[in-house]
């Protein structure tokens, strides 16, 4: 049953068992949609193409959508409770990706839920939304144009805190502990909070968007389960339609567990200094063998290895270059220590390029998103 499986978005799971997902809470299987996808969209993004993003809900209405030239909107946000990691790249290039092909962008910082939650200063919260989160976004090459939006939760325009209002008519204690487990004030405001992030572009003051898609990692599904269920109870009074989302897995600390920024010795920040981050590559946790002489006669095991999930995630574009990694490393040919070499060269030079565009990309934040003033 459902509910002896529950996901936390707020916890701290270390891995998310993702083929329940498809069991229980009925997401779907992403890698049928790419052929449909190269049709209407495209070339996919290299993390649709390797199964990085592994299931969606009701994305078929999107690429119909898109082919009948409708308007469509992408939400999705992050909660600035660190630095920006390697994980959240991934959401960025997804934004980017759909920014690209036309979509009308909402991207949401979320400070409510990271003060509330998370329980960080607000000074700190803000900072990090306008220097990690914007600015990274910027960096990673995210256009200003008049159909993207940055907000900051605790600073975003009145329809939207109504919409919070309203929700809480209409959705029971004992629907969210079903949902999220035990819940608190500030859980119950995170979730109808992230409920209007998601819908309210759907209001006539928001543009009137009838198709929304919100990409986000796997812990995110509660929130898009209850955001679905109170769609459905405002379609009459509000005429919202349920939102479409897509799931990605998650990329592993370098020592095989959780990657966090509360794990910095295990997490690789954008703003690392490029020597750092080569550091802590090195040190990272493979999928090679006690020896040479063994590695030699029976292969690494790239699926169990972190540098390998770099390759996949961030560093080789080309999957032609990577499958030939993957065989050689299987085969015995490759050794970890040349690999890692290879891994950090690439690693070092893109950080020295986006640090680059970092340095003047921080001071463009303010042109994006408004910070609220406490
Ligand atoms: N809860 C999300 C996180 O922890 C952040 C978030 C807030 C969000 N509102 C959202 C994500 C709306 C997607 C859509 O990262
Ligand atoms: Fe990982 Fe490369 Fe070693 Fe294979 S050779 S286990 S991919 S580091």
Known sequence: MAQEYRIDPWGTAVRIEYEKLFKYFGISEFAPLLPRI???????LHL??????FGHRDYERILEAYKSRERIALVTGFMPSGKFHFGHKMVAEQIIYYQKLGFEVFVVIADAEAYAVRKLD??????????????NLIA????????????FQTNYEKPY???????SRRVTMAEMEAIYGNMEPGKVIAALTQAADILHPQLEYFGGFKHVLVPVGADQDPHMRLTRDIADRFKSELGFERPSSTYHRFQVGLDGNKMSSSRPDH???LTDPPEQAVRKLKRALTGGRATIEEQRRLGGVPEACTVYEFYVYHLIFSDKELLDIYRRCRGGELLCGECKSYATELLAKFLEEHQKKLEKARDRVLDYAEPPEF
Request: proline share 2%; aromatic share 16%; net charge positive.
């Open 122 to 135: 607000r000074k700190k919260v803000i900072e990090y939304g306008l220097y990690e989160y914007v600015a």
């Open 267 to 269: 997490t690789i920040f």
């Open 48 to 53: 649709m193409r390797r199964g990085v993003i």
């Open 38 to 44: 190269r049709e209407v969209f495209g070339e996919p």
């Open 140 to 151: 990673l090459g995210l256009e200003k144009n008049k159909h993207t939006h940055i907000y």
């Open 161 to 167: 805190y109504r919409l919070i209002q309203m929700f």
